[in-house]
C-alpha cells in the first residue's frame, strides 16, 4: 500500500557553517530529520531546527497584488536566462518570500512542476494571480523554446501597465480624499456646530437671514435624519459597485459614461489605448496568432466599450479583414493609431508600431495626470471655499446684523 505524500512544511533553523560562523535562516522540508539532513549536505551543522510557528491573528498570508506576480516573473527571466534551471529558480524565489501568501503559491507551482506538469499546467490551477493573457504567452513561450524571452516580455509588460494603474490612481486619490474630508467636516458641523448656534439664535426673538434659517433647518433634518442620508448614500454606492460587478448592461452604462465626462474621459480614453497597445505588442511579439490574441486584449483594455470593440475586430479579422481596417471601422481609435497600425501591417513590424503606440499614449497619460492634477486642486479648494466658508457666514450674519443694529 502506497504511503501517502508528505506536505512540505517551512522551518526554522539556526547552525554553523563550515568556518564556524553562526548562520541561521528558513527552509522548506517534509520532516526535521530530512531538514537536517539538506543542510548537512549544504555544510551546515544545525543546532536548532523547529517549524516555523503560525501568527497568532489570521492565516499569515498577505493578499497577493500584481506588482508581487511582476517582480517573481522578472526574477525567474533573470535566473533562466543566467542558466538557473526552472525548479530550482522555483526553490531559490520562494524560499523566505516575505508575502507568505506568494510564498505558497510559489511552491504550489513548484510541486506541480516536479510532479512533471507543465508550467502553464501549472499557472491555469491559479486563475485569480495569473490570467488568460499570462497563460497564453507561457504557453507559447514553451512550444517555441523562448520561455526566458517571454517571461521578460510578461515583466515589462506587467511593469508598465502597473505603472499606468498607479498614475490612474494618484489622480484619482487626491480629490477623493479631499472629498471625503469635507464630508466630515460638514457632517460636524452640522451635527455638532450649528444646533449651538441654533439655541443662542433662538433667544433673539428676531427673524433670521433666509441663509442662516436654511442652515438650521439643514441641520435640524441631518440631526433626525442622519442616518437616512448616510444609509441612502452608502447603498447608492455599494449598490452601483454590485451592479457593475454583476450587471453586463450596468458595466456598459458606466463605462460608456465615464468616457463622457470632462478631463476624466480623456484620460480613461488614452488609458484604454495604451493597454491595447502594449497588450496587442506583447502577444504579437510572442509569436501568438492575432485573432487568439484579440480576446486577451479586450479583457486588458479595462472598459466595457472597448472590450466589446475588440472582440468585434476579432471576428472581422477572422473573416479576413485587416487590423488596421477594423479598427477603423469601431470609431473609438485615433487616426494616428490607425496609421501607425497599417504602416506596421505593411512593412511586417506591427509589434514595433504598437510598442510606438503604447509610448505615446502612456506619455500622453502622464500628462493627463498632470493637467487633472492642476486643474483639479484649484477646483476642490472653490468648492471647500464656498461650502465651509458658506455654512461659516450664514452662522455669523446674524451676529453682524445685531451689531448694525446696535
Given at each position: 500500500?502506497?504511503k501517502?505524500?508528505?506536505?512540505?512544511?517551512?522551518?526554522?533553523?539556526?547552525?554553523?557553517?563550515?568556518?564556524?560562523?553562526?548562520?541561521?535562516?528558513?527552509?522548506s522540508?517534509?520532516?526535521?530529520?530530512?531538514?537536517?539532513a539538506i543542510?548537512?549536505?549544504q555544510?551546515i551543522?544545525?543546532?536548532?531546527?523547529?517549524k516555523k510557528?503560525?501568527?497568532?491573528?489570521?492565516?499569515?498570508?498577505?493578499?497577493?497584488?500584481?506588482?508581487?506576480?511582476?517582480?517573481?516573473?522578472?526574477?525567474?527571466?533573470?535566473m533562466?536566462?543566467?542558466g538557473v534551471?526552472?525548479?530550482?529558480?522555483?526553490?531559490?524565489?520562494?524560499?523566505?518570500?516575505?508575502?507568505?501568501g506568494?510564498?505558497?503559491?510559489?511552491?504550489?507551482?513548484?510541486?506541480?512542476?516536479e510532479?512533471?506538469?507543465?508550467?502553464v499546467d501549472?499557472?491555469k490551477?491559479?486563475?485569480?494571480?495569473?490570467?488568460?493573457?499570462?497563460?497564453?504567452?507561457?504557453?507559447?513561450?514553451?512550444?517555441a523554446?523562448?520561455?526566458e524571452?517571454i517571461?521578460?516580455?510578461l515583466?515589462?509588460?506587467?511593469?508598465?501597465?502597473?505603472?499606468?494603474k498607479s498614475?490612474i490612481?494618484?489622480?484619482?486619490?487626491y480629490?477623493?480624499?479631499?472629498?471625503?474630508?469635507?464630508?466630515?467636516?460638514v457632517?460636524?458641523?452640522m451635527?455638532?456646530?450649528?444646533?449651538?448656534?441654533?439655541?443662542?439664535?433662538?433667544?433673539?426673538?428676531?427673524?433670521?437671514p433666509?441663509?442662516?434659517q436654511?442652515?438650521?433647518?439643514?441641520?435640524?433634518?441631518?440631526?433626525?435624519?442622519?442616518?437616512?442620508i448616510?444609509?441612502?448614500l452608502?447603498?447608492?454606492?455599494?449598490?452601483?459597485?454590485?451592479l457593475?460587478?454583476r450587471?453586463?448592461?450596468?458595466?456598459?452604462f458606466l463605462?460608456?459614461?465615464?468616457?463622457?465626462v470632462?478631463v476624466i474621459?480623456?484620460?480613461i480614453?488614452k488609458?484604454?489605448?495604451?493597454?491595447?497597445?502594449r497588450?496587442?505588442?506583447?502577444m504579437?511579439?510572442a509569436?501568438?496568432?492575432?485573432?487568439e490574441?484579440?480576446?486577451s486584449?479586450?479583457?486588458?483594455?479595462?472598459?466595457?466599450?472597448?472590450?466589446?470593440?475588440t472582440?468585434?475586430m476579432?471576428?472581422?479579422?477572422?473573416?479576413?479583414?485587416?487590423?488596421?481596417?477594423?479598427?477603423?471601422d469601431?470609431?473609438?481609435?485615433?487616426n494616428?493609431?490607425?496609421?501607425?497600425?497599417a504602416?506596421?501591417?505593411?512593412?511586417?513590424?506591427?509589434?514595433?508600431?504598437?510598442?510606438?503606440?503604447?509610448?505615446?499614449?502612456?506619455?500622453?497619460v502622464d500628462?493627463?495626470?498632470?493637467?487633472?492634477?492642476?486643474?483639479?486642486?484649484?477646483?476642490?479648494?472653490?468648492?471647500?471655499?464656498?461650502v465651509?466658508?458658506g455654512?461659516?457666514?450664514?452662522?455669523?450674519?446674524p451676529?453682524?446684523?445685531?451689531?448694525?443694529?446696535?
Amino acid at each position: 500500500m502506497a504511503k501517502a505524500k508528505v506536505a512540505s512544511q517551512m522551518y526554522i533553523w539556526e547552525g554553523k557553517d563550515g568556518a564556524g560562523k553562526r548562520v541561521k535562516g528558513e527552509i522548506s522540508g517534509q520532516s526535521e530529520a530530512l531538514v537536517r539532513a539538506i543542510l548537512r549536505r549544504q555544510k551546515i551543522n544545525p543546532t536548532k531546527v523547529k517549524k516555523k510557528p503560525k501568527p497568532l491573528f489570521g492565516s499569515g498570508k498577505s493578499k497577493i497584488e500584481t506588482k508581487d506576480i511582476c517582480v517573481w516573473s522578472r526574477q525567474l527571466a533573470t535566473m533562466m536566462s543566467s542558466g538557473v534551471p526552472l525548479v530550482q529558480s522555483f526553490e531559490i524565489t520562494g524560499r523566505g518570500h516575505e508575502n507568505a501568501g506568494m510564498q505558497s503559491l510559489i511552491m504550489a507551482i513548484k510541486a506541480d512542476v516536479e510532479a512533471g506538469n507543465s508550467l502553464v499546467d501549472a499557472l491555469k490551477k491559479h486563475p485569480l494571480h495569473f490570467n488568460s493573457l499570462y497563460c497564453n504567452l507561457i504557453e507559447a513561450g514553451e512550444h517555441a523554446g523562448i520561455l526566458e524571452a517571454i517571461l521578460h516580455k510578461l515583466a515589462t509588460y506587467l511593469e508598465k501597465t502597473e505603472a499606468l494603474k498607479s498614475k490612474i490612481k494618484s489622480a484619482l486619490f487626491y480629490p477623493a480624499a479631499v472629498i471625503v474630508a469635507a464630508v466630515i467636516v460638514v457632517t460636524i458641523l452640522m451635527i455638532f456646530v450649528i444646533p449651538q448656534f441654533s439655541e443662542l439664535f433662538g433667544s433673539f426673538g428676531a427673524d433670521l437671514p433666509a441663509l442662516t434659517q436654511f442652515l438650521i433647518d439643514a441641520s435640524d433634518f441631518f440631526v433626525a435624519k442622519w442616518w437616512l442620508i448616510f444609509g441612502i448614500l452608502g447603498g447608492t454606492v455599494y449598490g452601483l459597485l454590485e451592479l457593475k460587478k454583476r450587471s453586463i448592461a450596468t458595466q456598459h452604462f458606466l463605462d460608456r459614461a465615464i468616457l463622457k465626462v470632462p478631463v476624466i474621459g480623456d484620460l480613461i480614453e488614452k488609458s484604454a489605448i495604451a493597454r491595447f497597445a502594449r497588450t496587442l505588442e506583447t502577444m504579437f511579439a510572442a509569436g501568438t496568432p492575432l485573432v487568439e490574441a484579440m480576446s486577451s486584449v479586450a479583457g486588458a483594455t479595462g472598459n466595457i466599450v472597448y472590450y466589446e470593440a475588440t472582440m468585434k475586430m476579432k471576428d472581422e479579422i477572422a473573416t479576413g479583414t485587416q487590423l488596421q481596417a477594423s479598427m477603423r471601422d469601431t470609431n473609438l481609435f485615433p487616426n494616428m493609431v490607425v496609421q501607425m497600425v497599417a504602416i506596421g501591417e505593411e512593412s511586417g513590424a506591427i509589434d514595433t508600431m504598437l510598442g510606438k503606440v503604447a509610448d505615446w499614449y502612456e506619455q500622453e497619460v502622464d500628462d493627463a495626470v498632470e493637467a487633472l492634477t492642476s486643474l483639479l486642486e484649484p477646483m476642490i479648494m472653490a468648492f471647500l471655499g464656498v461650502v465651509i466658508g458658506g455654512i461659516v457666514v450664514g452662522m455669523y450674519l446674524p451676529i453682524f446684523k445685531m451689531g448694525a443694529v446696535v
